[in-house]
C-alpha cells in the first residue's frame, strides 16, 4: 500500500468556485481523503508527503480528440488554404512517416500534454500499437484507436489489425489504456466499411471515435453522394449504435443535433483547431441545450498548434460569448467542467474520472496560483479558467505516480526525444517555414 | 556608458521567420549591435553579460489598450450580461477607488504585463498621476490619458486636470511616458465636450485615445441621438483631425472604414476582451486591406481577464481565421508584427520602437524555447505565435534595464501589492464569486 499526503493544498469544494485550504490523500493510485484543515496523521506514516503551499490541486485535464504523432509536423506549412495544406504538405509528409517515427512524435506531444496539465488523451492515428507502447511507458492514460479508411489500399488489413490492436492493448497499462474502434470519416468509409467496422465495435464492445462535419465541404460532398448530411450518412451506415464520440461537429443543423441527441452521441469540441483551419464554429450551445455531453481537445499540433487544454478551456468560454455575442453563453465552471469531469464523460469513462472525488484515480495536478494572474484572491475559479496559463502547471500525476515535475519529465527522455525529432522532420518534402 | 552583452541568443532575421544564433550588445539603454556569431570583444569589456542560451530574443510587447487599475476588478462579476456587468458591478465598485487604490491596481497589473513579456502599455482611467508615478517607478514605458467624460458632474475640472497631467508627465521617467488626451468614447462625450477637448490636444500636440463602436447598442444610441455612426460623429466633432487610435471599432461599416483610414486614424483591437464581453469580432482584415496601422491590446483585466499578449497575438491570429473561414486571414508574421512594431506605429511612436533594430531602445524580452511546444526546432516563428506561452517569458528589459527576471519582480514590491489589492476589494459592494 503506497500513501501520499497533499498538505496545505487549494482545491475547490463545489462547482461554483468556493475553495478551501485543505489536505488530501492518496492511496494505491486513488484519492481516499480530500479536505479541509490539517492532516491528524503523522508524516512519517506517508510514502511522500508533498507540501502545495501556493498550489490549487486540480483533477488532470482530460483531452478528447488528437493526433499525438503530428506534432512532428507542428509549423508545418501553417496558414495555407486547407486543401493545399493537406495534399501538398501533410499527406506527402506522414507518408514518410514510420512506426518509430509515429512513436517518437507521439512522445514529444505527450511531453508537451503532461507539462500542461493533462493526464489523458485520445488518439487516432497510424501505427497504434506503437502509440500505445510509448502511453504505457510514460505511465500516462489514453484512449485510441487505429485510423481506418476504406480510401486506402489495405483497408481490409488494416481493420484486421484494429482489431487484433483493441484485444492486445484494451487495459493495458494497468487499465491506463482503453481502445477504440477509429472510422476516421464519413468522406473516407464507405457505407460498407463502416458497417464491417461497426460489426467489430459490437462485437468487441468499444467505443467508436470519428471526424464529423468539420468543414462546409464536407457536407456538400457527402451530400452530393448520399443525397444527406453526414450525420444521417452515420445513422443509416448503424454507426449511431454504439457508444460514439465524434469531432468537431461544425456543420450540424437542427435536425443533425436531434439525432445525435437522440442517440446519445458524445462530442469532442476543438475550439483552437477549428479557428486555425478556418473551419468555423461548432454549435456547442445547442449541444448542451440538448444535455449533450461535450468535451475539449486540442486536435493534432500540426492544426492548433499547441496541446494545451488551458488553451482550449479559456477558448471555449470566450469564443461562443463572442460569436453568438451572449456574454453568458458558457461560465468558467462550465469550461472549466468540459476540460475535466465532462471530458472524461465525453469519452465514456467511468464515474469518478476528471474529478478529485473519493475513489476517483488520483490523476492530478498542481497549478501555482501564487502570481498577480491569480490576483486578486477570491475569485480563483475565474483566475484558473480566463486568466491562468499552462507556465503555472508544477507537478502532474496519473494513478498516483508523478510524471512531470517543475520542467523536468519523469518518464520521457526529453533530450533524446528533441533530438530524434528534428532528425525525422528533415526528410519531409518542401521542409520550410511558411509562417 | 553602460555596455551589455546578450551572448548565444536567437533572433529572427527577417519577419518571414529565419533566425540565426548570434549576440546582441545594448549601450545606454540602445541596441547597438544584433549579428550571428560570437562576439569579439573581451566580456570583461562589459558591465553585464546576459547567456542567452536557449532563448529567443524579441521585442518587448506593446499593449495599446487598457485599463490596468482594473485589475482590481478580475474576475469580479465575470459571465453577466453587459449591462448588468457595468451597472450593477463595475461602476459601484470603482465608485469606491480612490488614487491610492488605482496606484495599487496599476501595480497589480504592470507586474503582469511584465511577465508576460510587455514592456509599454497604454492606460486610460481616473487619478493619472498616481499611475504616472507607478511608471515611473517600475521602469516600463507607457502612453497615458486620463479618461473624460461630459456626463461626469465635474467634467471642466476633469479636462484641467488633463491637461495639467499632459503638461507634468509628458515625456517623464526619461521619456518613457507619452501622454495623451482621452475623451472615453462618443456615448459618453457630447460633441461640445469634445470639442474642448480637441482645442486642447491640439494645442498641447498629443495624441487622442477613444473607444470606438463597441457595441451595436453604441451605434444605435449614437444613431438614434445624432443621425450618424459613431465614427461619422467623432469627425462631425473635430476629433479626427488629430493623430487618434480608436479602441475596439467592432461596429463599422465601409463607410466608416474608409473614414477611419482617410484620416489615418490607428486602431487598437482587443480581440479577448471583445470575445469576453460577447461584444463581437472587429473587422480588421477590411481594416488591414486598407493599410490602416492595426495594433493589439488586452483591455483591462475585468474583461479579458488577462494583460498576456501572447494570448492576444495567438488569439488574432486564430480568430479571423475561423471568423471568415478564411485560414490565411491574418499569417504568424503579421500577428508577432502587431504584438512589437505594428504596436508602436498604432500608438505613433517613434520607428524603431517595437523592433531589435540598431538605435532602437532596447526594449526586450528573453523567451526560453527549449520546451516540447518549441520542436520541431527549425519553425520557430509558428511556435512563438501559435504554441507558445507566456509562461517562458524568463527576463524582460526596458531601455536597457532589466524589470523581471525569472519570477522576480526587480521594481515592483509583490508582497506588499498583493496584500494591499486583497484589502482593497474587500469593499466593493456585492463581491462575490460569479463563476
Known amino acids: 500500500m503506497v500513501r501520499m499526503l497533499i498538505r496545505d493544498v487549494l482545491y475547490f469544494t463545489n462547482n461554483e468556485g468556493s475553495f478551501e485550504l485543505g489536505y488530501a490523500i492518496v492511496q494505491d493510485g486513488k484519492f481516499v481523503t480530500l ?8 508524516v512519517y506514516e506517508f510514502d511522500d508527503v508533498i507540501w502545495g503551499k501556493g498550489m490549487l490541486i486540480l483533477p488532470g485535464f482530460i483531452n478528447t480528440h488528437g493526433h499525438a504523432a503530428m506534432s512532428l509536423l507542428r509549423g508545418y506549412a501553417d496558414d495555407l488554404p486547407l486543401q493545399t495544406w493537406l495534399s501538398d504538405y501533410i499527406w506527402p509528409a506522414e507518408e514518410t512517416l514510420t512506426a518509430n517515427d509515429i512513436a517518437v ?9 503532461l507539462e500542461t496539465g493533462t493526464t489523458c488523451f485520445t488518439d487516432m492515428y497510424f501505427h497504434m500499437e506503437e502509440v500505445a507502447q510509448t502511453v504505457v511507458n510514460s505511465g500516462m492514460r489514453a484512449v485510441l484507436g487505429s485510423a481506418l479508411l476504406s480510401t486506402l489500399p489495405d483497408s481490409d488489413e488494416k481493420l484486421q489489425a484494429a482489431v487484433a490492436f483493441v484485444k492486445d492493448f484494451q487495459g493495458a497499462g494497468q487499465g491506463r489504456i482503453v481502445t477504440t474502434m477509429a472510422p476516421h470519416s464519413p468522406y473516407t468509409c464507405s457505407p460498407e466499411y463502416m458497417k464491417k467496422i461497426m460489426g467489430q465495435a459490437h462485437k468487441l464492445n468499444v467505443m467508436v471515435q470519428i471526424h464529423l462535419s468539420e468543414t462546409r465541404s464536407e457536407n456538400k460532398e457527402i ?3 448520399y443525397g444527406v448530411s453526414p450525420t444521417i450518412f452515420l445513422r443509416n451506415s448503424g454507426l449511431l449504435s454504439q457508444r460514439v464520440l465524434v469531432a468537431h461537429a461544425i456543420y450540424l443543423d437542427d435536425q443533425d443535433i436531434d439525432i445525435l441527441a437522440h442517440h446519445d452521441v458524445h462530442v469532442a469540441h476543438n475550439p483552437g483547431s477549428n479557428l486555425k483551419l478556418g473551419s468555423g464554429v461548432a454549435p456547442v450551445i445547442s449541444m448542451m441545450a440538448r444535455k449533450m455531453h461535450v468535451g475539449l481537445g486540442t486536435d493534432g499540433a500540426s492544426s492548433n498548434n499547441k496541446l494545451d487544454m488551458y488553451e482550449e478551456m479559456r477558448l471555449v468560454a470566450l469564443l461562443h460569448k463572442g460569436a453568438l455575442e451572449y456574454p453568458t453563453a458558457i461560465s468558467a465552471s462550465e469550461a472549466l467542467y468540459m476540460a475535466t469531469e465532462g471530458g472524461a464523460n465525453a469519452l465514456f469513462l467511468p464515474k469518478g474520472f476528471g474529478t478529485l472525488e473519493i475513489g ?3 490523476d492530478f495536478q498542481l497549478l501555482d496560483v501564487s502570481g498577480p ?3 486578486p484572491a477570491d475569485r480563483l475559479l475565474s483566475h484558473v479558467v ?6 503555472d502547471v508544477r507537478r502532474v500525476f496519473v494513478a498516483g505516480k508523478e510524471l512531470y515535475r517543475n520542467g523536468e519529465f519523469l518518464t520521457i527522455d526529453k533530450q533524446r526525444i528533441t533530438f530524434e525529432v528534428n532528425q525525422i522532420v528533415r526528410k519531409f518534402p518542401q521542409n ?3 509562417s
Open 35 to 42: 479536505k479541509p484543515g490539517t492532516c491528524d496523521s503523522p
Open 105 to 113: 512524435g507521439s512522445q514529444l506531444a505527450m511531453m508537451e500534454m
Open 223 to 225: 451530400k452530393q453522394q
Open 360 to 362: 476517483a484515480p488520483a
Open 373 to 375: 494572474r491569480y490576483q
Open 386 to 391: 480566463y486568466a491562468s496559463h499552462a507556465g
Open 432 to 434: 520550410k517555414c511558411r
